[in-house]
């Protein structure tokens, strides 16, 4: 059996009277992600979190944000593409831990309702995702809630 880890980061800029989506979930919040696509910064990081394990190159390069097939794309499609092409190189996922760094709103007691969405897109057990939350105890970019960012680090297997 071939195993292999993968990390990833994604950050977005937080705009006033933007959808705020965040683990294929929309959050009630004033402000929401800046992007090409829905912004979820978590499943983003998700995403390059496989696709590094895979050596499959980062989200960016499946999905540019000059394409114009993946303006506003609801970003639990990308996941659903990057698990098969990991499905198509043989590889199953172990598990993938995660966390969101950002001051408001709080995550936590969203977190189940994300891992229901995400966990089947990926084809794991609820007690193979993590996802955890923080704040930057207001310093930076983060801290002044001028943006969002996370982490995630990927186990894959190759059976």
Not at 32 to 61: M, N, Q
Not at 62 to 74: A, M, N, R
Request: hydrophobic share 40%; charged share 25%; aromatic share 6%.
């Amino acid at each position: 059996m071939k195993i292999r880890v993968g990390f990833g980061f994604d950050v977005h800029q937080l705009k006033e009277g933007r959808e705020f989506w965040l683990g294929g979930i929309k959050h009630e919040h004033s402000k929401g992600a800046l992007g090409h696509s829905d912004a979820d910064v978590l499943i983003h990081a998700i995403c390059d979190a496989l696709l590094g394990a895979a050596g499959l190159r980062d989200i960016g390069f499946h999905f540019p944000d000059t394409s114009s097939e993946f303006k506003g794309i609801d970003s639990k499609i990308l996941l659903e593409r990057v698990v098969n092409l990991l499905k198509e190189k043989n590889y199953t996922i172990g598990n993938v831990d995660c966390t969101l760094v950002l001051e408001k709103p709080k995550i936590n007691p969203h977190i189940d309702a994300m891992k229901t969405v995400l966990v089947p897109i990926m084809d794991i057990e609820m007690e193979d995702l993590a996802i955890k939350a923080t704040t930057n105890e207001k310093m930076g970019y983060v801290g002044r809630e001028e943006g969002v960012c996370a982490y995630a680090v990927a186990l894959i297997q190759k059976l």
